[in-house]
Each structure stands twice: as C-alpha cells, then as structure tokens.
C-alpha cells in the first residue's frame, strides 16, 4: 500500500495570507488529485494532475505536482474565508485497478 | 463530472439495529466504492462495490458487518450490521471511471452521518 503524508495537519491564518499544503510520498503515482471538502459535505474534486512537472492554477489555488511525480503541492494566494475546509490529496497507483490512497488531510481556517 | 445523491443524509440508530445507505450515481461509472469518515478526518476504504460480484472489502471490514450490493453501474448500497456505537461515523459513497471521462477522477456523495445510541 503506497502512503501519502500531508502536511501540515492543522493551519490557521488571517484572510490575505498565502500558504502552502504538500503531499509527500516515496511512491511514484500515475495522477494525484486534489480535494476540498467543508463540513456536512462529501469531497469535491479540485484538480487533476498528471504529468511530472505539472502547473495548474484555479484561480488563487496553484497545484504542482513533482517531477518524479512522488509529490505535490497546494499553493494558495490571499487566502479568503470561504478557503476554510479539509483539504485532501489523493495518489491513484499505476497500472489498470489505479488504487486510490488519500492522506491525512489538512484543515485550514482562515480567520476574517 | 458526475453527481452521486445518497439516502438517508443522516440518521440517528439504536444499537443492534441495521441501517442500508442508498447511493444513486446520475451517469454510469465503472467502480464505485464506500468510505468511512470521521468528522475532520481522512477518509478510509471500507471496500469496492462490484456489479454482479461479491464485494472487494478492505482489511478490517467483512461482508456480514457491511453488506454491499451493486445492482446496475449507477446504484449501490451499503448496510451497516448489528450496530454499536463505535459505527458511528461519516458513510461516503463514490464513483470512478465515468462514460468519456479519466479513469482516474473521483467523485463523492454528500455522505451519510450515521449516529448509533
């Protein structure tokens, strides 16, 4: 079973800051994936990414993932309360079953 | 995308009793899987729900605890046996491998908050 590690945990910072949430694994994935989830809700998919080296920006959400596609990262800019959520990161295996690990997961609250 | 209803949205169970989650995908999926959650958690994989096979449970769930059914690619259910107290959790239902879509993405129920007394 490939493990991710996210980190940090917890986070807590004023509207406007930026920060970033990493994902961390000593296994290569085929894509990883980012999800948002707020309380009495289920996940929503944010983005995929795929390809080593990958970009891809949301608005003022910018996801990275690594070269060696072991890693990635969340980057948000003049964060806003309505950031505040369970952020998770979820690594899908090579080959054709593709299984779905997810980390720990992050909660950020932006405080107004 | 697609977009998974679950029913009930929460439901408050006494002990010993059994509760079925209902889990209604509006497109069809290759795989659909049920999670546990607990509030401000990770998720964890209870199992894979197969069409017209058993399901494929993870380590630390069996089939008399959670039995599952898969009727068609669109529909699933989840019940949760003889329960106590310590069952008491967020259930989410998701799908994979939408008709025209990547394999890869994921989406998610809203969840079913189960509370056992």
């Known amino acids: 079973t490939q493990l991710l590690e996210q980190s940090p945990q917890f986070l807590s910072i004023q509207e406007g800051e930026n920060l970033t949430v990493y994902c961390n694994s000593s296994?290569?994935?085929?894509?990883l994936q980012w999800y948002r989830q707020e309380p009495g809700e289920g996940p929503v998919l944010l983005v995929t990414v795929v390809t080593g080296g990958e970009v891809k920006k949301l608005k003022r959400l910018t996801f990275q993932f690594g070269d060696a596609r072991k890693d990635s990262s969340l980057h948000i800019t003049a964060a806003q309360p309505g950031d505040t959520g369970l952020y998770l990161c979820?690594?899908?295996?090579?080959?054709?079953?593709?299984?779905?690990?997810f980390g720990i997961g992050t909660k950020l609250q932006v405080i107004p | 995308s697609a977009v998974i209803s679950q029913k009930p949205s929460r439901d408050i169970c006494q002990r010993g009793t059994s509760l079925t989650i209902q889990c209604q995908v509006d497109?069809?999926?290759?795989?659909m899987f049920w999670y546990r959650q607990q509030p401000g958690q990770s998720l964890t994989l209870i199992a894979t729900a197969n069409q017209g096979s058993e399901a494929t449970y993870e380590s630390g769930f069996v089939i008399d605890k959670f039995p599952i059914s898969r009727p068609n690619l669109t529909f699933s259910t989840l019940t949760v046996s003889n329960m106590s107290p310590e069952d008491s959790s967020i259930y989410l239902c998701s799908a994979r491998g939408l008709a025209g879509g990547p394999s890869y993405e994921q989406y998610f129920g809203p969840g079913t908050r189960l509370t056992v007394t």
């Open positions: 497109s069809q999926v290759t795989m």
């Open positions: 979820a690594g899908a295996e090579r080959g054709g079953y593709q299984k779905v690990t």
């Open positions: 296994s290569v994935f085929s894509s």
